[in-house]
Each structure stands twice: as structure tokens, then as C-alpha cells.
């Protein structure tokens, strides 16, 4: 999936990546057009005998601050994407994500566990990572996040889900000959229905 639509934190991964591809094709296309503009204009037919060109402060000082001022504006997508992705909201649900060889464990706080990760719609969720043996990495692609899953320590992520439906849930760290079985579904479904299975035992 290129687009990760499902959640606000991949709206706003995708929304950075997206501006700083317009900027790569942008820089892509003006520096090819300059190129076959200067190949065309200062071609030997037209010019056998070469000659100094004097040098040009605007122009000196335009590809300076230009790049410069486009490397600050994407360091601050990138920046603005990382420190949203820190701080969970106070009132976010917290569901502890266990890894281990080789599948994935949700628990939540009235105890009831799972092995696909139920979530509310339009609710933030905060996901708490600890590893039971080795280093593994969670990955939901259509949510935009991915963490480090580490022994002995605790890392987290958050996340609104804004769209219904069933979504994968990826081990992107290499952990063993089950990695590639080490698969699970985020399940999103309306705030009722959570409650519902929530409740259930």
C-alpha cells in the first residue's frame, strides 16, 4: 500500500511524503529543462569559439538559499510528523502489544487478551511494545506507524483509526525462522461494537 489512509498519523506520513516528492520531481524537471536549455543555446554550432562567462550574485545566492530553504521546509515535515507520533493523548486507550516467536499478543486494561487487535473507530489508541524474547518491530502499514519491539524495554506508539475494516499487522524485524508467519489483523470497527467485544468474555 503506497497511501496509508487509515489513520491520522498515516495522513499526516503521507502528507509529507507526498510534498516532498512534488519537490524531488519539481527540482527533477527544472534542473533537466535548464540542462537542454544551456545544450541547445550554448551549442558549438553556435558557439565554435568558447568564452568567460562572468558570474552572477542572483544566481549565486538563488541556488544557495533555494536549496537551502527547501531542505529546512522538509526537515520540518519530517519534524512535525516525529513529535506528534511521541506524545499520546491523555484519554487514549492503552493496549499492551506483546512479540514473540512468532505472534503477536494484545492486552487490554480490563485483562482480556487477543490475537488480532480489535480497535475503535475515531479513538486514539496507544500501543505499548514489549518483547518476550527478541527483537521484533510492529508494523501496521495502512496506520503509517512502526515500532521497535525490544527485550527489557518499553517503547510506544499511538494512533486514530479513521477508517472500518481489516488491516495487516507486520514483524518487519528479522526474529527467527517464523518470521514471516509472525502475522496479525488490526480489526477497526464503530466505538458500539468495540465496546461490545470489549465487554465480552
Given at each position: 500500500?503506497?497511501l496509508?489512509q487509515?489513520?491520522?498519523?498515516g495522513?499526516?506520513?503521507?502528507?509529507a511524503?507526498?510534498?516532498?516528492t512534488a519537490?524531488?520531481v519539481?527540482?527533477?524537471?527544472?534542473?533537466?529543462?535548464?540542462?537542454l536549455y544551456?545544450?541547445v543555446?550554448?551549442?558549438?554550432s553556435?558557439?565554435p569559439?568558447?568564452?568567460?562567462?562572468?558570474g552572477?550574485?542572483l544566481?549565486e545566492l538563488a541556488?544557495?538559499?533555494i536549496?537551502?530553504?527547501?531542505?529546512v521546509?522538509m526537515f520540518?515535515?519530517?519534524l512535525?510528523?516525529?513529535?506528534?507520533r511521541k506524545?499520546a493523548p491523555g484519554?487514549?486507550?492503552?493496549v499492551?502489544v506483546?512479540g514473540?516467536?512468532?505472534?503477536w499478543?494484545?492486552?487490554?486494561?480490563n485483562g482480556?487478551?487477543s490475537?488480532a487487535?480489535?480497535?475503535?473507530l475515531?479513538?486514539?489508541?496507544?500501543?505499548?511494545l514489549?518483547?518476550?524474547?527478541v527483537?521484533?518491530s510492529?508494523?501496521i502499514?495502512?496506520?503509517?506507524?512502526?515500532g521497535?519491539v525490544v527485550?527489557?524495554?518499553?517503547?510506544?506508539?499511538?494512533?486514530?483509526?479513521i477508517?472500518?475494516g481489516s488491516?495487516?499487522v507486520?514483524c518487519t524485524e528479522?526474529?527467527g525462522a517464523g518470521?514471516?508467519i509472525m502475522?496479525?489483523k488490526?480489526?477497526?470497527m464503530?466505538e458500539?461494537d468495540?465496546e461490545?467485544?470489549?465487554?465480552?468474555?
Open positions: 500500500m503506497l496509508s487509515a489513520s491520522n498519523i495522513k499526516l506520513t503521507d502528507g511524503f507526498m510534498a516532498i519537490i524531488c519539481a527540482l527533477f524537471l527544472t534542473i533537466n529543462i535548464i540542462m544551456f545544450a543555446k550554448y551549442r558549438r553556435r558557439h569559439q568558447s568564452a568567460d562567462i562572468d552572477s550574485v544566481l541556488w544557495t538559499v536549496p537551502a530553504a527547501l531542505v521546509f520540518y515535515l519530517g512535525k510528523g516525529y513529535a506528534i506524545d484519554d487514549a486507550l492503552a499492551n506483546r514473540q516467536m512468532w505472534s499478543i494484545f492486552q487490554y486494561a482480556k487478551e490475537s487487535l480489535a480497535l475503535p475515531n479513538r486514539a489508541v496507544k500501543f505499548n514489549t518483547s518476550g524474547d527483537i521484533h510492529f508494523f502499514p495502512a496506520f503509517g506507524i512502526k521497535d527485550p527489557g524495554r518499553q517503547n510506544t506508539l499511538w494512533a486514530v483509526p477508517e472500518k488491516f495487516d507486520f528479522y526474529c518470521h514471516s502475522l496479525s488490526a480489526v477497526v464503530d458500539k468495540f461490545e467485544w470489549y465487554g465480552a468474555r
